[in-house]
Protein backbone atom coordinates (compact mmCIF):
# COMPACT_ATOMS: atom_id res chain seq x y z
CA UNK A 1 0.00 0.00 0.00
CA UNK A 2 1.30 3.66 -1.30
CA UNK A 3 1.84 6.19 1.96
CA UNK A 4 -0.58 9.48 1.67
CA UNK A 5 0.59 12.85 2.61
CA UNK A 6 -0.66 14.04 5.97
CA UNK A 7 -1.74 17.35 4.02
CA UNK A 8 -5.45 17.81 4.38
CA UNK A 9 -5.72 20.95 1.58
CA UNK A 10 -7.17 20.47 -1.97
CA UNK A 11 -4.16 19.83 -3.31
CA UNK A 12 -3.30 17.08 -0.60
CA UNK A 13 -6.18 15.47 -1.34
CA UNK A 14 -5.71 15.94 -5.00
CA UNK A 15 -2.28 14.01 -4.12
CA UNK A 16 -4.01 11.59 -2.61
CA UNK A 17 -6.39 10.62 -4.93
CA UNK A 18 -3.62 11.12 -7.56
CA UNK A 19 -0.85 8.86 -5.75
CA UNK A 20 -4.42 5.94 -5.19
CA UNK A 21 -3.93 5.17 -8.88
CA UNK A 22 -0.52 3.30 -7.80
CA UNK A 23 -2.60 1.23 -5.49
CA UNK A 24 -5.14 0.09 -7.76
CA UNK A 25 -3.09 -0.67 -11.33
CA UNK A 26 0.39 -0.22 -10.39
CA UNK A 27 3.44 1.61 -12.15
CA UNK A 28 1.05 2.31 -14.87
CA UNK A 29 -1.30 4.35 -12.14
CA UNK A 30 2.16 6.46 -11.61
CA UNK A 31 2.77 7.39 -15.24
CA UNK A 32 -1.06 8.19 -15.38
CA UNK A 33 -0.38 10.36 -12.18
CA UNK A 34 2.69 12.02 -13.59
CA UNK A 35 1.36 12.67 -17.27
CA UNK A 36 -1.88 14.54 -15.36
CA UNK A 37 1.39 16.80 -13.41
CA UNK A 38 2.34 17.98 -17.02
CA UNK A 39 -1.02 19.21 -18.22
CA UNK A 40 -1.60 20.32 -14.25
CA UNK A 41 1.25 21.89 -13.51
CA UNK A 42 0.02 22.79 -9.61
CA UNK A 43 0.06 18.89 -9.09
CA UNK A 44 4.38 18.38 -7.79
CA UNK A 45 5.53 15.80 -9.12
CA UNK A 46 8.19 16.09 -6.09
CA UNK A 47 5.07 14.35 -4.09
CA UNK A 48 4.51 12.06 -6.98
CA UNK A 49 7.40 10.03 -7.63
CA UNK A 50 9.23 9.43 -4.49
CA UNK A 51 5.67 7.31 -3.20
CA UNK A 52 6.41 5.45 -6.53
CA UNK A 53 9.90 4.62 -4.80
CA UNK A 54 8.35 3.62 -1.72
CA UNK A 55 5.64 1.39 -3.53
CA UNK A 56 8.27 -0.18 -5.36
CA UNK A 57 10.72 -0.68 -2.33
CA UNK A 58 7.70 -2.49 -0.50
CA UNK A 59 6.91 -4.99 -3.12
CA UNK A 60 4.29 -3.09 -5.07
CA UNK A 61 6.00 -3.19 -8.58
CA UNK A 62 9.56 -3.32 -9.99
CA UNK A 63 11.56 -0.10 -9.53
CA UNK A 64 12.47 -0.45 -13.13
CA UNK A 65 8.93 -0.18 -13.58
CA UNK A 66 8.77 3.01 -11.25
CA UNK A 67 11.16 4.27 -13.67
CA UNK A 68 9.91 3.62 -17.14
CA UNK A 69 6.10 4.23 -16.39
CA UNK A 70 6.76 7.78 -15.08
CA UNK A 71 9.06 8.92 -17.90
CA UNK A 72 6.82 7.52 -20.20
CA UNK A 73 4.08 9.47 -18.35
CA UNK A 74 6.31 12.59 -18.32
CA UNK A 75 6.77 12.53 -22.36
CA UNK A 76 2.63 11.62 -22.96
CA UNK A 77 2.02 14.66 -20.95
CA UNK A 78 4.92 17.01 -23.07
CA UNK A 79 3.71 15.82 -26.57
CA UNK A 80 -0.46 16.58 -25.37
CA UNK A 81 0.95 20.08 -24.42
CA UNK A 82 3.56 20.42 -27.78
CA UNK A 83 0.28 19.33 -29.93
CA UNK A 84 -1.13 22.30 -28.49
CA UNK A 85 0.81 24.68 -29.25
CA UNK A 86 1.42 22.81 -32.82
CA UNK A 87 -2.35 23.42 -33.30
CA UNK A 88 -1.98 27.53 -31.73
CA UNK A 89 1.08 27.94 -34.49
CA UNK A 90 2.61 31.12 -35.17
CA UNK A 91 -0.01 33.11 -36.72
CA UNK A 92 -2.93 32.04 -34.50
CA UNK A 93 -0.87 32.93 -31.44
CA UNK A 94 0.71 36.68 -33.01
CA UNK A 95 -3.51 37.13 -32.88
CA UNK A 96 -4.31 36.01 -29.48
CA UNK A 97 -0.89 38.25 -28.84
CA UNK A 98 -2.36 41.51 -30.39
CA UNK A 99 -5.72 41.17 -28.01
CA UNK A 100 -3.73 41.18 -25.09
CA UNK A 101 -2.93 43.88 -23.17
CA UNK A 102 0.33 44.01 -22.18
CA UNK A 103 1.63 41.72 -25.00
CA UNK A 104 2.99 43.18 -28.47
CA UNK A 105 2.85 40.59 -31.64
CA UNK A 106 6.71 41.13 -32.10
CA UNK A 107 7.12 39.38 -28.05
CA UNK A 108 5.86 36.33 -30.19
CA UNK A 109 8.60 36.91 -32.52
CA UNK A 110 11.27 37.26 -30.14
CA UNK A 111 10.14 34.33 -28.13
CA UNK A 112 9.63 32.11 -31.23
CA UNK A 113 13.37 33.13 -32.76
CA UNK A 114 15.01 33.04 -29.31
CA UNK A 115 13.53 29.00 -29.09
CA UNK A 116 14.67 28.55 -32.56
CA UNK A 117 18.31 29.41 -31.14
CA UNK A 118 17.69 27.91 -27.49
CA UNK A 119 14.97 25.23 -27.35
CA UNK A 120 16.76 21.89 -27.35
CA UNK A 121 18.25 23.19 -24.13
CA UNK A 122 15.10 24.84 -22.73
CA UNK A 123 13.38 21.76 -23.37
CA UNK A 124 16.39 19.14 -21.75
CA UNK A 125 17.19 21.44 -18.30
CA UNK A 126 13.31 22.93 -18.10
CA UNK A 127 12.26 19.23 -16.96
CA UNK A 128 13.94 20.24 -14.06
CA UNK A 129 12.62 23.05 -13.24
CA UNK A 130 8.77 23.23 -11.37
CA UNK A 131 6.16 24.60 -14.11
CA UNK A 132 8.51 25.33 -16.89
CA UNK A 133 8.51 21.78 -17.38
CA UNK A 134 5.32 22.24 -18.59
CA UNK A 135 4.81 25.12 -20.50
CA UNK A 136 7.86 24.51 -22.49
CA UNK A 137 6.46 21.89 -24.45
CA UNK A 138 3.87 24.61 -25.58
CA UNK A 139 6.04 26.91 -27.75
CA UNK A 140 7.92 23.89 -28.35
CA UNK A 141 5.11 23.08 -30.60
CA UNK A 142 4.62 26.74 -32.00
CA UNK A 143 8.03 26.54 -33.46
CA UNK A 144 7.50 23.36 -34.75
CA UNK A 145 10.81 21.47 -32.79
CA UNK A 146 11.41 17.87 -35.14
CA UNK A 147 9.37 15.94 -32.78
CA UNK A 148 11.61 13.32 -32.57
CA UNK A 149 14.31 16.02 -31.03
CA UNK A 150 11.44 17.20 -28.63
CA UNK A 151 10.53 13.36 -27.71
CA UNK A 152 14.38 12.47 -27.32
CA UNK A 153 15.32 15.72 -25.15
CA UNK A 154 12.03 15.33 -22.95
CA UNK A 155 12.83 11.43 -22.47
CA UNK A 156 16.37 12.50 -21.36
CA UNK A 157 15.49 15.11 -19.40
CA UNK A 158 12.36 13.57 -17.46
CA UNK A 159 14.73 9.99 -17.04
CA UNK A 160 16.63 12.14 -15.03
CA UNK A 161 14.47 13.87 -13.08
CA UNK A 162 12.23 10.63 -12.54
CA UNK A 163 14.75 8.36 -11.46
CA UNK A 164 16.46 10.92 -8.96
CA UNK A 165 13.10 11.31 -7.35
CA UNK A 166 12.02 7.52 -7.03
CA UNK A 167 15.57 6.39 -5.69
CA UNK A 168 15.47 8.97 -2.89
CA UNK A 169 11.90 7.43 -2.08
CA UNK A 170 13.70 3.91 -2.58
CA UNK A 171 16.40 4.62 -0.53
CA UNK A 172 14.49 6.82 2.14
CA UNK A 173 11.17 5.41 2.69
CA UNK A 174 9.04 6.24 5.53
CA UNK A 175 11.88 9.24 6.00
CA UNK A 176 11.14 10.88 2.83
CA UNK A 177 8.72 13.50 4.63
CA UNK A 178 11.70 14.68 6.30
CA UNK A 179 13.37 15.35 2.88
CA UNK A 180 10.30 16.64 1.16
CA UNK A 181 10.30 19.44 3.38
CA UNK A 182 13.46 21.29 2.05
CA UNK A 183 12.55 20.21 -1.34
CA UNK A 184 8.82 21.98 -0.84
CA UNK A 185 10.90 25.25 -0.09
CA UNK A 186 13.05 24.46 -2.87
CA UNK A 187 10.47 24.22 -4.85
CA UNK A 188 8.80 27.63 -3.47
CA UNK A 189 11.48 29.81 -3.84
CA UNK A 190 11.36 28.78 -7.30
CA UNK A 191 7.98 29.47 -8.08
CA UNK A 192 8.46 32.63 -6.09
CA UNK A 193 11.18 33.89 -8.42
CA UNK A 194 9.43 32.88 -11.28
CA UNK A 195 6.29 35.12 -10.04
CA UNK A 196 8.43 37.93 -9.38
CA UNK A 197 9.89 37.77 -12.70
CA UNK A 198 6.65 37.75 -14.70
CA UNK A 199 5.45 40.59 -12.31
CA UNK A 200 8.72 43.01 -13.03
CA UNK A 201 8.60 41.99 -16.90
CA UNK A 202 4.86 43.57 -16.92
CA UNK A 203 5.91 46.38 -15.19
CA UNK A 204 8.46 46.97 -17.66
CA UNK A 205 6.15 46.54 -20.46
CA UNK A 206 3.47 48.89 -19.03
CA UNK A 207 5.90 51.93 -18.13
CA UNK A 208 7.75 51.27 -21.92
CA UNK A 209 3.26 51.54 -23.19
CA UNK A 210 2.59 54.60 -21.01
CA UNK A 211 6.41 55.94 -22.52
CA UNK A 212 5.06 54.79 -26.07
CA UNK A 213 1.44 56.71 -25.47
CA UNK A 214 3.38 60.22 -24.01
CA UNK A 215 5.51 60.39 -27.06
CA UNK A 216 2.37 60.10 -29.33
CA UNK A 217 0.38 61.90 -27.76
CA UNK A 218 3.35 64.98 -27.42
CA UNK A 219 4.06 64.68 -31.10
CA UNK A 220 0.61 64.71 -32.16
CA UNK A 221 -1.22 65.24 -35.52
CA UNK A 222 0.23 67.99 -35.78
CA UNK A 223 3.83 66.76 -35.68
CA UNK A 224 3.74 65.71 -39.25
CA UNK A 225 5.09 67.00 -42.53
CA UNK A 226 3.37 70.10 -42.67
CA UNK A 227 5.80 72.22 -45.30
CA UNK A 228 4.46 74.85 -47.15
CA UNK A 229 3.89 74.74 -50.30
CA UNK A 230 5.55 78.21 -51.69
CA UNK A 231 3.22 80.48 -53.67
CA UNK A 232 3.95 80.82 -57.56
CA UNK A 233 2.66 83.79 -59.40
CA UNK A 234 1.95 82.02 -61.97
CA UNK A 235 3.63 84.11 -64.52
Known sequence: MTTSTTDTSWLGSL??????L?????????????????????????AILPMAGIAAHDGAFGLWEAVVWTTLGSLVGALALYGLGAWLGLERLRRIADRLPLVDV???????????????????????????????????????????????????????WNTAFILC?????S???IVEQYVDVAQNVV??????????????????????????SASGPGDTATDE????SGR
Open 229 to 232: VPVT
Open 169 to 173: GWFLG
Open 106 to 160: SDVDRTVAWFHRHGGKAVFFGRFIPIFRSLISIPAGVARMPLWRFGALTTAGSLI
Open 22 to 46: MDIIGPVGAGVAIALENLFPPLPSE
Open 191 to 216: IVVVAVTIVALAAIRIRSLRAKRSGD
Open 175 to 177: GWH
Open 15 to 20: IDAVIS
